[in-house]
Each structure stands twice: as C-alpha cells, then as structure tokens.
C-alpha cells in the first residue's frame, strides 16, 4: 500500500490492527484483506474447527476482532408484536421476496472469547419491534460493528448506532429516524471509523444524508444532505494527496466529500439500482461498482477527480459486465477480484490498467453467495449461502485450492485474523484453525 493513498483502516491505530485484527467491514486495510492472516485451507465439521457456537437470533454482520474477543451483532426475537400478515403481504413475501416485520427483537452485541468460544459478555441495546420489514434473505442486523480498540460501535440502522468501551460499558448512542428503504429489502450499510471520527452514510426513499460523528461523545461534527435513493454501500475514507475524503457508491451519483466539513470535491455518473458494493482503493485510485439491472465498474483515478468527473480523465478505466450484486470486491496486491452478480463466478483483473487476468471463472460448489470474498495468506476466501466455502489461490491465474463444506449457510463475509479465519453462518458462529 503506497502512501499517496491510505484506506482509512490504515493509518494510526489501524496499523497496529493490521498485525492482528479485523476492526471494521471490509478488515484493516479496507479493502478486504488480512496481510498478517494464514488461516488453514481445509475444513470441515470435524477437521480445523477450533469451535463452533450457536448464535441466537439472527444477523448477517460480519463478525469483528480485536485482542481476545469476537464481536457479533444479532437481532433475537423474543416477542410477537401483534401483527399478522394479511392477503397482500404473503403475496409480496411470494413475488418480491420481503417479509413483514412481525416480532418484537432484542438488538445484541456478542463478545465473545476468541481462545474458547464462550460469550465473555452481550449488551441488548434496544427492544422493539422493527418499524418496517425486509428481503426474506435479509436481517435485521447486517450492518457490521466497528473498533478502533478504544471504542465499538454497534449499528443497527433505524434501530440506533451504539457506543462502548472496550469492556462493554455505555458510551454513547444515537437515533437517526427510520429509514424507508426501496422495495421493503431492508437496511445494511455499515458505518466506518477514521481517526476520531464514525461516519454514518443514511441513504433511503427520504431525505438522504452523510454525517460525521466523535466517536467518543457521538455528538454531530458534520451533516451532508445527498439527492439519493437507497443504496446499501458503506462509505470508504481515503488519504491522498494531504486531504482526506470519503467516497460513496449509489445508484443516482458516486461523490466524494471532505473528510474535515462534508463538502461535496467531486461526483460522477451514479451505479445501477440497488447499489451495494463498497468501494475499495489503493495506489490513487478508487473502484466503485454495481451489478443490478447492468453492470458497472469505474476505476476513478484521485489526481484527476474534481468537480463533475462524468466522462472525463477522472475515470481511468471502466467495465460493463461481470459484476457483483451483493458481494463487495476484494483489492489484493494489485489485483481487483470480484464475483458476477449474486453467483459463484469469479474474475480477477490488474487494478491499474483494468486488463483481464482471468474470469469469469465458475467456482467448484458455490451456486448463490452474499459474502464478499477475503485474502489471507496468499489465498482468496469466498463463503457461499449453502455452507460451501471455495479457496482459490491468490494470483492472475486461476487455481481452485480447496471446496470446503459446513453444515451452515453463510451471508455475513468472513474476518481473517493470526491463523484463524472467522465465518459467521445463519445458526453459528465458526473458528477456522488448524487443529
């Protein structure tokens, strides 16, 4: 990773978790890798399993880590909130793929040992039922915690962004209303910590915004309102050339704003509906894609973006095919990797000149997949929606290493730490060592 550009995750505390954690979404770099992480190859139920616990409720967060601990957020019934579905909402669970919300939910941060499984403490920050529903596939808790070591930050959408101590105790929380979002399919974009600062990206079917909160008191350093329709994409801070920026993908316009005021430096031709992925960048430039009615991937080069930078020499290279629904992509040693909608398809180009490596390449077992893919150890990591997991070696030629199998589904993306690698199924949450 060059200096000229930083993702947030690695400057100041985050290059210390780069040696042994994985603080926020995408990992300590941001981008979907684990530099220090060797993780074994081959798994299964009864080889390579250090433990495996039942999580209750349900989550499709990725799990963190940092020190001893494992932090899962969950959403856990504990109650019927009196509603019942009616004639047209069992037709659009049928035709559109949404549920009603129907229960009241303890929302719930997990710690839990990493040497052992054992839960070290859970706080339930909220109790209520969910004021809209969500895709049937979905969860009511898929955004991702954050930490920076010092605090950590659950976030759970409309239902409020929760702040801790390392040991669990209250810091601070914020309710931001409730969010309308497209279709009913629920929320997930996951907040992201740079320095001192949490920022909280709020696109849906109202008043959209960006804000940038202390991460220690939560009180609002700045607020940005954008012209958006509902996208799912995390916000992605970047260092370059001495001013930092964060950078957002969604469907109308990808902006740029000041790290420091929220003032919009640039912005250019939006993704397609339902903007999901997040953005990654190293070496100057920034990847920003989509893959819902049509395909897009612009590689946006920072030295020239300013202003509106829709059709000029911002954008250093671009692709119209083979992108990726849910999954973000994953940027490893200059490699851009990404998979082709929601299927086990995977691709690899050069980062810097967009030249095809290999792809679309059809995963041995995988047929349907939300998690994004993961480098460790010279290995790319990508868990499917039924339990299989392939291990493709990292590289520009396509090598299938290992198909692995567990007797869970996984949504939620893995973390990769030290020589464990963390997968967090719809039952269970899995650590991956060596026996």
Same mark, same amino acid.
């Given at each position: 990773m060059l200096a000229g550009l930083l993702p947030a995750a690695a400057s100041s505390a985050g290059e210390t978790a780069a040696d042994?954690?994985?603080?926020?979404?995408?990992?300590?770099?941001?981008?979907?890798?684990?530099?220090?992480?060797?993780?074994?190859?081959?798994?299964?139920e009864t080889d390579n399993v250090r433990w495996k616990i039942a999580i209750p409720g349900n989550g499709s967060a990725t799990p963190i880590v940092w020190g001893d601990h494992v932090f899962v957020t969950t959403a856990v019934p504990v109650g019927d909130s009196g509603t019942r579905d009616?004639?047209?909402?069992?037709?659009?669970?049928?035709?559109?793929?949404?549920?009603?919300?129907?229960?009241?939910?303890?929302?719930?941060?997990?710690?839990v040992d990493r040497r052992t499984g054992a839960v070290a403490w859970e706080r339930v920050v909220r109790e209520a039922a969910p004021h809209a529903g969500k895709h049937q596939t979905g969860s009511w808790a898929a955004p991702s915690a954050l930490t920076d070591g010092e605090v950590l930050c659950a976030f759970f959408g409309s239902a409020g962004l929760y702040c801790f101590d390392m040991n669990g105790g209250p810091l601070w929380d914020r309710d931001f209303g409730d969010m309308e979002i497209r279709m009913g399919f629920g929320e997930g974009a996951s907040p992201t910590l740079h320095g001192d600062t949490v920022i909280v990206n709020w696109d849906h079917q109202e008043q959209s915004f960006i804000a940038a909160l202390d991460k220690r008191t939560g009180v609002e350093r700045w607020r940005t309102e954008r012209d958006e329709m509902t996208s799912w994409a995390t916000p992605l801070v970047v260092e370059y050339g001495?001013?930092?920026?964060?950078?957002?993908?969604?469907?109308?316009?990808?902006?740029?704003?000041?790290?420091?005021?929220?003032?919009? =430096?640039? +912005? %250019?031709?939006?993704a397609t509906t339902n903007a999901i992925p997040s953005p990654v960048a190293a070496d100057g430039i920034v990847y920003l894609?989509?893959?819902?009615?049509?395909?897009?991937?612009?590689?946006v080069r920072l030295a020239d973006a300013a202003g509106d930078i829709t059709g000029g020499t911002a954008v250093a290279w671009s692709l119209d095919r083979d992108t990726p629904y849910v999954p973000s992509p994953l940027l490893h040693d200059g490699i851009l990797y990404f998979t082709k909608g929601n299927n086990g398809i995977l691709s690899a180009y050069d980062a810097r000149s967009g030249q095809t490596l290999y792809g679309?390449?059809?995963?041995?077992?995988i047929r349907s997949l939300y998690a994004s893919p993961v480098a460790a150890g010279g290995r790319i990591y990508i868990p499917s929606r039924d339990g299989t997991t392939a291990v493709v070696?990292?590289?520009?030629?396509?090598?299938?290493?290992?198909?692995?199998? =567990?007797? +869970? %589904?996984?949504?939620?993306?893995?973390?990769?730490v030290d020589g464990e690698l963390y997968l967090r199924g719809r039952q269970h949450l899995y650590c991956i060592a060596a026996d």
């Open positions: 042994g954690a994985w603080p926020q979404w995408r990992g300590p770099l941001a981008t979907g890798e684990a530099p220090q992480a060797d993780p074994p190859v081959t798994w299964s009616g004639l047209f909402t069992r037709l659009t669970r049928r035709f559109v793929g949404t549920e009603s919300a129907s229960q009241t939910l303890q929302y719930t941060l997990l710690a001495g001013r930092t920026q964060v950078v957002t993908n969604a469907t109308y316009r990808v902006r740029s704003y000041d790290f420091e005021s929220g003032e919009l =430096l640039w +912005d %250019g031709e939006g894609m989509s893959g819902y009615s049509g395909n897009r991937l612009d590689a679309p390449e059809r995963l041995s077992g070696a990292a590289g520009s030629t396509f090598e299938l290493l290992a198909v692995n199998m =567990l007797g +869970d %589904g996984f949504d939620a993306s893995p973390a990769a």
